[in-house]
């Protein structure tokens, strides 16, 4: 079965503090990796996907990358609008859905 | 660009009540899914549906049942309700990836069920 940990739970920081999320996952080989912001109350908004061990994908201060067991969420610089849970799925390559790890709560203070 | 569209955003039922959700898919995507979110919770899969046929079937309870429609919206039957029920109810819709083709899922806003 699919398992995704994502680490920390939760992680506090100050405004332009960076840091990274951790996503640990084991799957019969894999079709893709995904994370999603979600903001409280509102579904999970599609950020990146990625495919294969070294790839590397950004959107403003949000770069992701892949190894072979693991995904890092690196946030450069955040701003208090980044606070939001970050989640960390993946598909495998004989299915469809999306396996969810159980996200990692980020708060930015000003 | 148009989004999954979800309803009602909030519902309140009693104990052994029933409840249907419904979902209006992205145009053009093919499938869509059901997924729960409790407090706290990674949001768990139920069920999905590719051109209106069920594809997958997760950790959905027996009194639940969820079908597409001609038009590929889909509703999700909830009966017997109980406590345990209350939770953020998600629908997403894709493109059916071909190989290693990108097709996220795009989630709606959820229906929040309150079981009282």
């Known amino acids: 079965e699919d398992q995704v940990t994502q680490s920390p739970e939760a992680l506090r920081l100050q405004e332009g503090e960076s840091s990274s999320l951790n996503c640990s996952y084991t799957?019969?080989?894999?079709?893709?990796l995904f994370w999603y912001r979600q903001d409280p109350g509102k579904g999970p908004e599609f950020l990146f996907t990625?495919?294969?061990a070294g790839e590397e994908k950004e959107k403003e201060r949000l770069k992701a990358t892949l190894t072979k067991k693991e995904s890092f969420l690196h946030i450069t610089a955040p701003k208090p609008e980044d606070s939001a849970t970050y989640l960390c799925a993946v598909r495998a390559l004989n299915d469809y859905k999306l396996s969810f790890g159980a996200g990692t709560t980020v708060t930015v203070r000003a | 660009a148009a989004g999954v569209i979800q309803s009602p955003r909030h519902l309140i039922k009693e104990k052994r009540e029933t409840a249907t959700l419904k979902c209006y898919p992205i145009p053009r995507h093919d499938t869509v899914y059901w997924y729960q979110q409790g407090p706290g919770q990674d949001p768990q899969f139920l069920i999905s549906f590719y051109e209106k046929m069920q594809s997958d079937k997760g950790s959905i309870p027996d009194r639940f049942s969820a079908q597409q429609f001609s038009d590929y919206h889909s509703e999700l039957n909830m009966s017997s309700l109980e406590l345990g029920d209350s939770a953020l109810y998600f629908c997403?819709?894709?493109?059916?990836?071909?190989?290693?083709?990108?097709?996220?899922?795009?989630f709606g806003n959820g229906t929040r069920l309150t079981v009282t």
């Open positions: 997403a819709s894709s493109l059916r990836p071909t190989g290693l083709g990108d097709s996220p899922l795009h």
């Open positions: 990625l495919y294969s």
């Open positions: 799957v019969s080989g894999l079709r893709g």
